[in-house]
């Protein structure tokens, strides 16, 4: 699993503990909670399907906390999220024209996974290698979409306290 990661210091000079890290994969949506009745109780599960991306995140963020340590309880931290998405096979041509993207293509992915459901599980990944004690720590951040431009879907995960 190759990562870059920067901590210890905002490159400003004020001593503000920030991580930036990418983790390369194919990024799959926290998805919702499901219920089924046995013997007229019901009892709610979490699907497994993203549990395989969920174990990059962490598994990249357990190198990075064991060399740089964790955010305190209680810190506000922002966290920002850029997913890079594969194109799907419709946007290239055709022939010759195999890897050019067509004029007609999105320029951003619009449709599913959602942002906020890509959000959840690697929040939820990065609570789990401990870089933080909760995700309700997180008080600002930015999530975002894009296709990847080389061809390497990810995420990049920029983490720091937030001192407005």
């Known amino acids: 699993m190759e990562g870059r990661h920067e901590t210890h210091g905002s490159g400003r000079g004020d001593g503000v503990k920030s991580l930036t890290i990418f983790v390369p994969g194919l990024p799959v949506a926290q998805p919702r909670p499901r219920a089924v009745s046995f013997r007229g109780h019901a009892r709610m599960y ?12 962490i598994h990249a963020l357990r190198a990075v906390v064991a060399d740089a340590g964790s955010f305190p309880a209680g810190v506000p931290i922002r966290c920002d999220l850029t997913f890079y998405l594969p194109r ?20 951003r ?15 939820d990944a990065i609570t789990a290698a401990g870089v933080w004690r909760d995700d309700s720590q997180v008080t600002d951040g930015r999530i975002r979409k894009r ?18």
Do not use: M
């Not at 979490?46 to 995140?57: D, F, I, L, M, Y």
């Not at 419709?90 to 293509?105: E, R, V, W």
């Open 109 to 123: 992915p619009t449709g599913k996974p959602d942002r906020d459901n890509l959000d959840k599980a690697v929040c």
């Open 46 to 57: 979490s699907p497994g399907t993203s549990n395989e991306w969920k174990a990059c995140v």
């Open 88 to 107: 799907p096979k419709g946007h290239f041509g055709s022939g010759k024209n195999l890897h050019t993207i067509k004029p007609s293509a999105p320029k």
């Open 147 to 164: 296709y990847c431009l080389d061809g390497q879907s990810g995420c990049e995960i920029r983490i720091t306290e937030d001192v407005e």
